[in-house]
């Protein structure tokens, strides 16, 4: 076990908190508990133009739902300006950072000179020799500078990666890029630095797609004599055609996936397993997710995002549940969808929650598999066709009407046995006296089981319904 750990979410609040970032946040998070660690939640906010308070409410929020419960935070980088401020006055008085006066003209053209050399663009460092009185006379036309770090030029930058390994980057081909823009605020190679160092963060768990910007804020952390952190760049995710995960492919932000009935517990399930694995075991409880992770196990190759995968998960975290909570999920999802729920009691609930279990993957599927217990839907028109138009229906429902009006307990049991003895007796096959009957009672094809949605519905509603199918017929 790792003594002092500390690790950090860092998410840019210009949007919703999709898989990707959730992956991170469940790793790290992993990670701290794993070693008895701090997981840090910090917003990066300096993007001004983009970040949004809703975006940041829909973080905290999705993190919530989700249990990826944070020790520290939420901070917010814009809350931090002054100390970035500070760093970066240092860092010019010691001759490691320099003004830079150029126009984006002037960037263009220098970016265009390179490419037809067959060089990568790269600042070529006109503003490093500007003396104070060139500089003075820069901001006397009102021109306002950007400040930019002096990257080394020989050596290599080496990141002893966590998950890639040993990775190598040579000085001569970083930038001096900008840290601080000409408005003040710190840009991200910055200010991420300046954060991880005064939150004491000890490893930097991160997406491979910020691996480039490891080695410019590695130099920047020797500039500053930080103390650098350990990193770990996990692998991509990927679609099923193997390119980069986006909408298409079904990841949508996290919160969609909440409206859409997934179980927070089968999400995180799921996402510990996109780049890392244990052995041959799929479903863990977080308990075990957090004793057996560790990033030795985090493979190299992009992980590949498969809805499917994610449904069957769901489906068994579904059936898990005891029946009390699946109702209260399924009584949530109907109110939510306009359903008049109060017209039956708790038990009834929990009965349709009992015979739905085995067939629900999505808690929102539950609208469509109970509506018509509320009211008549219109029937589904290939049900029609294919069902109930068939020669004979007429007479099965009639003498189903006949048998279901006798004098009996009316629940499940008795129904089917009354029901399957019709069958036998008017000798066609089961499958040709169901069919119409679910058809009849529910307006579709699929339903619940049959007998236990005719109890749920009731003796009365389940004539009336039949009723109304043969005056359609």
């Not at 829909?58 to 980088?77: F, K, R, V, Y």
């Not at 070529?124 to 030029?153: H, K, M, N, T, Y």
């Not at 000085?171 to 190679?189: E, H, S, W």
Request: glycine share 6%.
């Amino acid at each position: 076990m790792e003594s002092d750990v500390r690790v950090r979410f860092a998410p840019s609040p210009t949007g919703y908190l999709h898989i990707g970032g959730a992956r991170t946040a469940l790793f790290n998070w992993l990670y701290a508990r794993r070693h008895g660690g701090a997981f840090v939640l910090r917003i990066e906010d300096t993007d001004r133009e983009r970040s949004t308070d809703e975006a940041i409410d829909a973080i905290i929020n999705s993190m919530t739902w989700l249990g990826l419960t944070w020790d520290e935070g939420p901070h917010l980088q814009t809350d931090r300006l002054d100390r970035y401020g500070e760093e970066a006055q240092r860092l010019l008085a010691e001759g490691k950072a320099y003004k830079c006066y150029c126009a984006s003209e002037e960037l263009e053209a220098m970016r265009k000179a390179a490419l037809d050399r067959k060089e990568a663009p790269k600042y070529d460092r006109r503003c490093f020799a500007r003396s104070e009185s060139e500089q003075a006379a820069c901001e006397a036309r009102g021109l306002r500078p950007v400040i930019r770090f002096r990257c080394p030029d020989e050596g290599a930058t080496i990141i002893s990666d966590r998950v890639k390994g040993e990775v190598v980057f040579e000085n001569q081909n970083l930038d001096d890029f900008i840290m601080v823009r000409a408005d003040g605020i710190p840009t991200y190679n910055f200010a991420v630095v300046v954060d991880d160092y005064d939150m004491s963060i000890t490893h930097v768990i991160r997406g491979d797609d910020h691996l480039s910007n490891t080695p410019r804020q590695v130099v920047l952390g020797e500039a500053l004599g930080y103390r650098i952190p350990e990193f770990a760049h996990l692998p991509m995710i990927l679609g099923s055609d193997k390119t980069r995960l986006s909408k298409r492919h079904g990841a949508t932000a996290v919160e969609a996936y909440r409206d859409e009935g997934y179980l927070p517990q089968a999400l995180i399930n799921y996402l510990a397993l996109l780049g890392w694995g244990f052995e041959d075991q799929t479903v863990f409880a977080p308990e075990e997710l957090i004793a057996k992770f560790g990033l030795e196990a985090v493979g190299k190759s992009p992980a590949v995002f498969d809805p499917a995968k994610l449904e069957w998960m769901n489906g068994v975290y579904i059936r898990e549940l005891t029946l009390p909570e699946l109702a209260g999920y399924q009584k949530s999802f109907m109110r939510a969808a306009g359903l008049p729920i109060e017209m039956y009691e708790d038990a009834w609930y929990l009965r349709l929650a009992e015979i739905t279990q085995e067939r629900l993957t999505k808690l929102a599927d539950i609208v469509g598999l109970s509506d018509f217990f509320f009211s008549r839907v219109p029937f589904d028109p290939v049900a029609v066709e294919k069902v109930l138009k068939k020669e004979g229906t007429k007479d099965v429902l009639e003498q189903a009407i006949e048998v279901l009006s006798g004098s009996f307990a009316f629940e499940a049991h008795e129904i089917e046995t009354r029901l399957r003895a019709l069958a036998e007796t008017t000798g066609v096959k089961a499958k040709f006296v169901f069919q119409p009957l679910r058809v009849a009672v529910s307006g579709r094809i699929v339903s619940p089981p049959l007998f236990e949605t005719m109890e749920l519905l009731g003796r009365d509603t389940t004539i009336e319904r039949l009723g109304e199918a043969v005056k359609m017929l």
